[in-house]
């Protein structure tokens, strides 16, 4: 557990903190403007895409050149700037966006990926006869993204969120053509929507608590000392307090975005979308929102513990990431699709992030975060690039040789599975997660995790190798000849193959240069920080697992992948573990019998309430009427009759009367305004005397 | 009082009185020989030219103001909420000037901008009147300019005659007013309304006060059609040439509507003289429970009829006369309703926060006045182009609009869900603070059923809204020729949605600026 981060409140907001909103602005209207365009404009739609986004890029890169200089001449940044959004007599909703280490690092991050991936996309989409709908999705959504990075409210952020999650939505069923994409879009949308409820509640009770969303307001803030110890204050329900407990209902929304068990079943579903869409929605970006929060709230999460200890919220944080992080791995063992193994890892890797704050801090999460969004990315896109150039076709298992006929792909895929597996010293991967076991070894509470991540990073490592040994080594198990992408899929894989590597860098125990950025410490070359106790040999650990799990993987499957009927190596070694991997543990089957049962069985509840028990009311109202009705027919027929007859010629004048009223007769209205002046004089004198 | 202060709390009039005489001499002199548009646009643009020096004028002249002789009191104001609502009739007068560049009703139009300046200038001061003197010159300035730009279609028959009803029943009007206000005068020997309230504390209120009060709410009723008070209101709107209804609509109602916040701000609510000392408010706490209830009165009546006759109107003018007189309604709840029903339960909470509440729902009557006016100019201007193309301001001639003009029909989309109080536009947040501000006043049950018959009326309101818009979206189109609009005519419209987007998913804009203004 690291030290509370002290940061230099700045009172006046520098220029760029002030312009801060075009960031996400930008890309909104744009999409607003592609929106408008006709079908056929597709350049002009790809052109105001990635011209606004390489607009709000440059605008992050001076933000975070900004910040950094601030930093680099002593202490943290964190300029807000606050504005009140709706008032109502003295109470009022604020809303802000925040300049900080953590909001520049992560605008930077989508929006350099956001570009790079909008520019992969006009070569991806190019056939397709909906590409500006596409890019005006796309637009809204990097601009929705880049407004959950830096708001500093949690109201601003929440419509962000939501705003993110309805253009994920789009997206997924963006070929809502076919049945299985229309599907995945709806599970998407209402599976997060159980933890956007959750998340929902905890908005409304941080409000009722501390009477502000901002997080940051010079002291004033949800997330400042004073509202933190009164939180504190206040006990909930179970022996936790309210920020425990409110920290938990954050964490729901979080794991609904981000894929933690039990709300991850929507993730690999979420592949039925275009594969650009998969690699910046479902995998960079909008799934690490969830890990953003937490580390946004970390100040909430982290209330109330004491120096090395930890607190309920972020315990719980911990073992629902460790478990995700097993869980997911464990099935994409035996998943066939490309994209699927792809998404399962992705979940597993959140898994890790959320483990990495649970145990270490926002640093240790949020590097893992930006090293993953990078070599996610980039295995997404070349995913992408091998479907593409494989004729839509996304089973292993019918691919094969592909690196000789699609050489610039496979490097950088390689280099992208490497980075994931963590591939000693050369790989960005390889830093982050050894952060985050560090961050395990240390853990106070428990060493549990520990072993749960490293079995973790032993099948990332032999899940990967299993799936490029079927698609690029062996030989040609498809159809029709394979074909390498065009330049503008395949440039954006080396830039990215780049920085997969690179990032590496910034996040090494000797030049802790991200760590210390976040946390606003001053920053040192030393290389005796490999010294510290127990680190040479973690390492050494992580490496020998890695090392086991690439060489299992290619011993199994390397150059020799069974022909598509026939059965995997593992599924012959042992049937029954890998029928129950192949179809993900049954997760699925049992929300089945379980919650969508219950729903089904309540709507027919609410059915039968509704015919019977209901309607039967109302038609019993309506007999009862009817029967009154009947005896007045009866009673008119017989007695009034010829009172009926009265009553029509006194309707009609009455009408008239009415009619006359409004007759557009002067002399009637100035009659009516005295009449009317005199009734009122009545009624206010006899309502004085009353 | 000398010469240099009334020019000074006069300025704003002063401006637009000069443009409108500017407007006068070139119109006649300069250009007589030039072509119609031409001097429709001169016209305009000077028109609107000394509505933003007025505007610059109001902005700049502060809290002070005309002093009453021999008193410490205001003959007129300057400043605060009064400088809200004439910055509000400035804004909405240059808006129906922009208007007028597209129409054809008349080739007066040199005339036709000086009246509406010299109009606007009389709802500058009654915006501003603390004096019933200069309440009724204010109000003759306002009126007789209204009755003038009613009558300007010398062509049409309807005008004509819809100016005719307009200035009798204005006239009968002010009658009452000016008789209501001699009483007053009778009774407490100034015409100055601090001192009014003040003498009547004193003695007490008796039955000639409450025939004074009637008269003048007559009066008041009338200018901002009010029930019973309406029955001009359908007629005018819909005799009246487009630009001038939009300007009854709007700029009339909104310096109407300031003067009865004056009248009650000075008259129904206890120690807004400043000396909030017991006496004085058991004196008002006699008075004013009668007076307030009248205006509950008349709102609820406004309410009701404005609401159900709008329900089965054919033709869209009327329509909006309908639903001008259900605003009206629930305007007046929320001038009607002070913070005295809290204070029969707790003295010491209300003499504590007398201001706070009371400026809150004066807020909210402002902010509610302003958005309306600016909504209702755009409704006024969309129905003026499909008037013009099909000849017929029926609600079938906006068969189809999302074919003929479809930005057109967006607008009128976004206007009139406004007026229905839809959010994320402004007209829900109007009604909202509206009724949260008469909420937090008043504990009392009546303010409470008053406040759930609005809300429920509201919801009737959609009703008739949306028959406009089934036909501009849903309901197949007769006749699919596209229409078209003046691009100065679409853009000032095209911006009024944008204004009314904006400021409902920005609220706190607009309730900011008017906050800012707070005495």
Request: with cysteine; net charge neutral; hydrophobic share 55%.
């Amino acid at each position: 557990m690291q030290e509370t981060i002290s940061f230099t409140p700045q009172l006046a907001a520098s220029p760029i903190a002030e312009i801060l909103w075009l960031i996400p602005a930008v890309p909104i209207v744009a999409s607003g403007a592609i929106a408008l365009l006709k079908q056929p404009k597709r350049r002009t739609a790809a052109t105001l895409a990635i011209g606004s986004l390489s607009f709000s890029l440059l605008l992050a890169l001076v933000a975070f050149v900004h910040v950094v200089g601030e930093w680099a001449h002593g202490g943290g940044v964190r300029e807000t700037v606050n504005f009140t959004w709706i008032q109502v007599g003295s109470s009022h909703v604020d809303l802000g966006w925040v300049l900080d280490p953590l909001s520049a690092v992560m605008l930077v991050m989508v929006a350099f990926v956001g570009l790079l991936i909008f520019i992969y996309s006009t070569g991806y989409m190019e056939h397709d006869e909906n590409f500006t709908r596409f890019f005006c999705f796309l637009s809204l959504f990097a601009g929705a993204m880049l407004g959950v990075v830096i708001s500093n409210s949690l109201l601003l952020l929440f419509m962000c969120w939501e705003l993110v999650g309805l253009t994920s939505y789009l997206l997924i069923g963006f070929w809502y053509h076919k049945p299985a994409a229309a599907a995945a879009a709806k599970k998407a949308f209402m599976t997060t929507r159980v933890g956007d409820v959750f998340f929902l509640l905890g908005i409304v009770w941080f409000f009722a608590q501390t009477g502000t969303l901002l997080f940051y307001n010079h002291g004033a803030g949800s997330l400042e000392p004073v509202a933190l110890a009164a939180l504190l204050a206040q006990p909930a329900a179970l022996g936790l307090t309210a920020a425990g407990a409110i920290g938990l209902l954050i964490f729901a929304g979080a794991a609904g975005k981000s894929g933690q068990f039990p709300l991850h079943v929507w993730l690999p579903d979420a592949m039925e979308g275009p594969t650009p869409v998969s690699a910046l929605i479902h995998a960079a970006t909008m799934v690490a929102a969830g890990v953003y929060l937490i580390a946004r709230v970390y100040p909430l999460m982290q209330a109330g513990a004491l120096t090395g200890g930890t607190t309920t919220a972020l315990t719980v944080v911990t073992w629902v990431g460790a478990f995700t992080a097993v869980f997911a791995a464990l099935i994409a063992v035996a998943q066939n699709d490309i994209k699927r193994i792809l998404a399962y890892s992705t979940v597993s890797q959140l898994g890790y992030m959320m483990a990495g704050l649970g145990m270490g801090g926002v640093a240790v999460g949020m590097f893992h975060l930006i090293t993953h969004a990078f070599f996610k990315a980039l295995l997404f896109l070349g995913a992408g690039s091998v479907i593409h150039g494989c004729h839509e076709e996304q089973d292993v298992r019918r691919m094969g040789g592909l690196r000789s006929d699609m050489p610039l792909t496979f490097v950088t895929y390689a280099i992208g599975m490497l980075a994931l597996c963590g591939f000693p010293l050369f790989f960005s991967g390889f830093w982050s997660k050894d952060g985050i076991l560090e961050a395990a070894q240390h853990w106070s509470v428990a060493k549990t995790p520990f072993y749960m991540l490293v079995f973790g990073a032993l099948l990332t490592a032999f899940y990967m190798t299993r799936q490029v040994g079927y698609v690029f080594f062996g030989y040609w198990r498809g159809h029709k000849a394979a074909h390498e992408s065009p330049a503008v899929m395949t440039v954006p894989l080396a830039i990215l193959a780049f920085f997969a590597m690179a990032l590496g860098l910034i996040g090494t125990p000797a030049w802790p240069w991200f760590r210390a950025f976040l946390d606003g410490h001053a920053l040192a070359f030393q290389m005796s920080g490999f010294a510290e106790p127990g680190l040479i040999a973690l390492m050494g650990t992580s490496t020998a697992v890695v090392f086991l799990g690439l060489g299992l993987g290619w011993w199994l499957y390397g150059g020799k992948a069974p022909e598509p009927e026939q059965p995997d190596v593992l599924e012959k070694a042992a049937p029954l573990p890998w029928v129950w991997l192949r179809n993900r543990l049954y997760v699925d089957e049992l929300y089945g019998v379980t919650v969508i049962a219950f729903y089904a069985w309540w709507a027919r509840v609410a059915d039968w309430l509704d015919r019977r028990v209901w309607g039967g009311a109302v038609t019993g109202v309506a007999w009862a009427f009817r029967g009154w009705a009947q005896l007045n027919r009866f009673l008119d027929t017989n007695w009034v009759d010829g009172g009926f007859d009265k009553g029509c010629e006194e309707l009609a004048t009455g009408g008239g009367l009415l009619a006359r009223v409004q007759s557009g007769r002067v002399q009637t209205y100035l009659r009516l305004l005295a009449v009317a002046v005199v009734a009122l004089v009545a009624i206010l004198i006899w309502s004085s005397r009353a | 009082m000398n010469y240099i202060d009334l020019f000074r709390a006069t300025l704003p009039e002063t401006a637009l009185e000069v443009a409108a005489l500017l407007v006068l001499v070139l119109d006649l002199s300069l250009l007589r020989k030039a072509a119609l548009k031409a001097r429709v646009a001169v016209a305009a643009l000077l028109g609107i030219a000394g509505c933003g020096a007025a505007l610059w004028a109001v902005l700049l002249q502060g809290n002070q103001g005309l002093f009453f002789k021999g008193t410490g009191e205001f003959l007129l104001a300057t400043g605060g909420y009064a400088a809200v609502a004439q910055a509000g009739i400035l804004v909405l007068t240059a808006l129906t000037l922009l208007l007028l560049i597209d129409s054809v009703f008349t080739r007066h139009v040199g005339e036709y901008v000086a009246v509406v300046l010299m109009a606007a200038a009389g709802g500058l001061l009654i915006a501003g009147a603390r004096d019933l003197l200069v309440i009724f010159v204010g109000l003759e300035l306002l009126s007789l300019g209204l009755y003038i730009l009613t009558a300007f279609a010398k062509s049409s028959g309807k005008s004509a005659e819809a100016a005719l009803k307009y200035y009798l029943f204005g006239g009968m009007s002010a009658a009452f007013l000016l008789f209501g206000f001699s009483y007053f005068y009778g009774l407490s020997g100034s015409t100055n309304l601090a001192e009014i309230q003040r003498a009547i504390a004193a003695t007490g209120p008796s039955p000639l006060f409450y025939v004074a009060w009637i008269l003048v709410v007559a009066g008041l009723g009338f200018k901002v059609a009010a029930v019973p008070f309406h029955l001009w209101a359908p007629d005018t709107y819909e005799g009246a040439p487009a630009p001038a209804a939009a300007f009854i609509a709007s700029v009339s109602k909104v310096a109407s509507f300031a003067l009865l916040l004056t009248v009650s701000l000075n008259w129904l609510m206890p120690g807004a003289q400043g000396n909030g000392s017991l006496t004085y408010l058991w004196g008002v706490y006699q008075t004013w429970p009668a007076l307030a209830t009248i205006l509950l009165v008349i709102a609820a009546a406004s309410m009701m009829v404005g609401n159900l006759a709008a329900l089965v109107q054919v033709s869209v003018r009327r329509l909006l006369a309908y639903s001008a007189i259900a605003h009206a309604g629930y305007i007046l709840l929320g001038i009607a309703v002070h913070p005295v029903y809290n204070w029969h339960e707790s003295l010491i909470g209300f003499t504590q926060n007398a201001r706070g509440p009371a400026a809150l729902s004066a807020n909210a009557v402002l902010y509610y006045i302003l958005t309306y006016g600016l909504t209702t100019i755009g409704a006024f201007g969309v129905m003026d182009v499909v008037e013009r193309a099909t000849g017929s301001d029926r609600m079938d001639a906006f068969l189809g609009l999302h074919k003929r003009n479809p930005v057109l029909a967006a607008v009128l989309l976004v206007l009139f869900l406004s007026l229905a109080g839809i959010p994320p536009l402004v007209g829900f947040w109007a009604k909202f603070n509206l009724f949260a501000a008469v909420l937090g006043n008043s504990g009392g049950v009546v303010p409470f059923a008053l406040v759930a018959l609005a809300v429920g009326l509201s919801a009737v309101s959609l009703y008739y809204y949306l028959q406009v818009l089934k036909r501009a979206y849903v309901m197949p189109a007769v006749d699919e020729t596209p229409i078209k609009a003046h691009p100065v005519t679409l853009t000032v419209l095209v911006g009024i949605a944008a204004a009314v987007v904006l400021l409902g998913c920005f609220p706190a804009l607009l309730q900011g600026w008017i906050g800012s203004f707070r005495p």
